[in-house]
């Protein structure tokens, strides 16, 4: 069914998000801060609105998506009463503190909240292959899940509204430490004269396809209390990082990254620890976490 939605923040996101909305059949009213950037969006059939107030009032739901949580605080603030009786959708990447904040403030002024990540890039939103986290109360996440699923799959994560922002950006983590690593491996490969990005590229991926296969069963290690199904013993994971960071410095590659967990890993072999298992390298980066 049709309903009213409006966008504000007109980014690269913002507009997928309002042209999505725009395509399922919604009636759509949009603001952003640099005007001109809605023309495209009005020529097929949104609203554009004068004032963030105008905006929020034209919808019983305003989706929120503007580059941080301080721009979003700063425009809706001086619209904030219009809030009163609708659902705020904060689509705005966060952390879970400022979804905390962002839910206690909205509720003050007697509006429902819902904080959500986007896993998608703009080209993707409205394909099989978007999905958006949300998390906050239940019943205004059903009451609009409908018209959410206009850009990707919602997976609703409970009633704790930092939820989202949490698997949002421990995603976002593993995405940005996968990219570190294939930069890195890129580097030192090329550092030979007759090997380009592209020729090494396809090695990289058969590998990490290979090796995403292991992590099912290192987190079922993760959440076991007996012993780890996934071993080695911490001397050779010290070796083989030894060597990873002695190549890249032969190489001419920053070896700084390796310098680091060979440290970090002497020192549980010096406090006796001889394996290395996956529930032990997520303690570690706990241990390390109570020493910064
Ligand atoms: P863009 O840089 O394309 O757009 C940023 C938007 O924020 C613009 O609408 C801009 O307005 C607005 N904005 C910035 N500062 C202010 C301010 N002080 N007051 C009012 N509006 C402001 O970013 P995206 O659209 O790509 O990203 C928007 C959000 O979506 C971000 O939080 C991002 O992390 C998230 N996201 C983006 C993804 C992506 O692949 N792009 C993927 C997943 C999430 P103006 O046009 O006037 O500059």
């Known amino acids: 069914?049709?309903?009213?939605?409006?966008?504000?923040?007109?980014?690269?996101?913002?507009?997928?998000?309002?042209?999505?909305?725009?395509a399922a059949g919604h009636r759509v009213t949009v603001w952003n801060r640099t005007p001109g950037k809605a023309a495209p969006l009005?020529?097929?059939?949104?609203?554009?609105?004068?004032?963030?107030?105008?905006?929020?009032?034209?919808?019983?739901?305003?989706?929120?998506c503007v580059l941080d949580y301080e721009a979003q605080h700063a425009l809706l603030s001086p619209a904030a009463g219009a809030l009163h009786g609708r659902t705020l959708v904060s689509l705005t990447n966060g952390t879970p503190a400022q979804a905390r904040a962002a839910e206690t403030w909205a509720h003050a002024l007697g509006a429902s909240y819902l904080d959500g990540g986007i896993m998608a890039v703009p080209e993707q939103i409205a394909t099989e292959e978007a999905f958006l986290f949300h998390s906050g109360a239940a019943g205004p996440f059903e009451t609009h899940r409908s018209t959410l699923a206009a850009l990707g799959t919602p997976k609703y994560l409970g009633q704790d509204v930092g939820l989202a922002s949490l698997y949002d950006l421990a995603l976002l983590s593993a995405m940005d430490m996968m990219f570190a690593g294939f930069f890195h491996a890129v580097a030192v490969a090329t550092s030979d004269k007759d090997t380009t990005a592209s020729s090494f590229t396809p090695l990289v991926v058969a590998w990490l396809q290979s090796m995403i296969g292991t992590l099912p069963a290192m987190a079922a290690d993760i959440d076991s209390d007996g012993p780890a199904a996934y071993a080695q013993t911490l001397d050779l994971v010290?070796?083989?990082?030894?060597?990873?960071g002695a190549a890249a410095r032969?190489?001419?590659v920053d070896a700084s990254h390796f310098d680091r967990t060979v440290a970090a890993l002497k020192a549980r072999m010096a406090a006796g620890e001889t394996t290395y298992t996956a529930p032990g390298a997520v303690r570690q980066l706990r241990v390390a976490a109570q020493d910064q």
């Not at 069914?1 to 725009?22: H, I, K, Q, W, Y």
Request: proline share 4%; glycine share 10%; aromatic share 0%.
């Open 238 to 244: 010290v070796a083989a990082a030894d060597n990873m």
């Open 250 to 252: 032969e190489a001419g």
């Open 42 to 64: 009005v020529a097929r059939g949104a609203t554009r609105a004068a004032t963030v107030r105008e905006a929020i009032e034209a919808s019983p739901l305003t989706i929120s």
């Open 1 to 22: 069914p049709s309903s009213a939605v409006t966008v504000l923040g007109l980014g690269l996101m913002g507009t997928a998000l309002a042209e999505a909305l725009l």
